[in-house]
T-cell receptor, first 116, second 109 residues
Framework: GAVVSQHPSWVICKSGTSVKIECRSLDFQATTMFWYRQFPKQSLMLMATSNEGSKATYEQGVEKDKFLINHASLTLSTLTVTSAHPEDSSFYIC????????????FGQGTRLTVV | GQNIDQPTEMTATEGAIVQINCTYQTSGFNGLFWYQQHAGEAPTFLSYNVLDGLEEKGRFSSFLSRSKGYSYLLLKELQMKDSASYLCAVEDSNYQLIWGAGTKLIIKP
C-alpha cells in the first residue's frame, strides 16, 4: 500500500495566524491528493482536491482564499490555513489513491489543529 | 443528493459478533469501502465490495446488495482492540468517495 506522511500531527496556534500542513506521498508519485476535515463524531468532509502543477479544486462552501493548497511536486501537497479562527479547529487529513475505480484511499496520520 | 447512513453508535461484548449496517443513495455506484478509524487517528482500509455478496477476510466480512443500496460489516470474535469507528464510503460515478459519518463501536469485557 501507499505510504503517506502528514506533518505536523498536532498544532496549537493563535487566532489570526497561519498554519501550514504538509502531506507527502513516500512511495509513489501522486498527481492528485485529497484534503479532508473531520469534526468530532462527524464524517470525513472533502475540502479540496489537490492537483499537481495546477489549481486545486475546492468543494462547495470551502473558502479557497482561506485554505490555500499547493501541490508543487508529485510527492508533496500543502494546506495552509490562513488567518485561523477557533472555528477552524478540527482534524485535517490528507489522502492519496493510486487511481480511481476501486482503488483504496491511503491516509496521512492527520493533523489536530487547535486555534486559541 | 448523496446520502450514506450508518448507526451512530453500537455496543457489543468481547468475543461476540456484531453487524454494522450502511445504506446509501448516491449518484452512481462504483464500489463500497469499509474503513476502521481509532480515535485521533487516520482511517485504515478494511474491505472493498463492488459485486453483490459476501467478502470474507479473517474475522471481518463485508456484504453488499446493490439493488437495495445496502451493505454491512460483520465482525466476529470481537476483541477489545476492535473498539473504533467504522466508516462506510461509496465511490460514486465520478470516482469520488462519499463518506458516512461512521459508527462508533464500543466493546465491553
Amino acid at each position: 500500500g501507499a505510504v503517506v506522511s502528514q506533518h505536523p500531527s498536532w498544532v496549537i496556534c493563535k487566532s489570526g495566524t497561519s498554519v501550514k500542513i504538509e502531506c507527502r506521498s513516500l512511495d509513489f508519485q501522486a498527481t492528485t491528493m485529497f484534503w479532508y476535515r473531520q469534526f468530532p463524531k462527524q464524517s470525513l468532509m472533502l475540502m479540496a482536491t489537490s492537483n499537481e502543477g495546477s489549481k486545486a479544486t475546492y468543494e462547495q462552501g470551502v473558502e479557497k482564499d482561506k485554505f490555500l493548497i499547493n501541490h508543487a511536486s508529485l510527492t508533496l501537497s500543502t494546506l495552509t490555513v490562513t488567518s485561523a479562527h477557533p472555528e477552524d479547529s478540527s482534524f485535517y487529513i490528507c489522502s492519496v489513491r493510486r487511481g480511481a475505480g476501486g482503488t483504496e484511499a491511503f491516509f496521512g496520520q492527520g493533523t489536530r489543529l487547535t486555534v486559541v | 443528493g448523496q446520502n450514506i447512513d450508518q448507526p451512530t453508535e453500537m455496543t457489543a461484548t468481547e468475543g461476540a459478533i456484531v453487524q454494522i449496517n450502511c445504506t446509501y443513495q448516491t449518484s452512481g455506484f462504483n464500489g463500497l469501502f469499509w474503513y476502521q478509524q481509532h480515535a485521533g487517528e487516520a482511517p485504515t482500509f478494511l474491505s472493498y465490495n463492488v459485486l453483490d455478496g459476501l467478502e470474507e477476510k479473517g474475522r471481518f466480512s463485508s456484504f453488499l446488495s446493490r439493488s437495495k443500496g445496502y451493505s454491512y460489516l460483520l465482525l466476529k470474535e470481537l476483541q477489545m482492540k476492535d473498539s473504533a469507528s467504522y466508516l462506510c464510503a461509496v465511490e460514486d460515478s465520478n470516482y469520488q468517495l462519499i463518506w458516512g459519518a461512521g459508527t462508533k463501536l464500543i466493546i465491553k469485557p
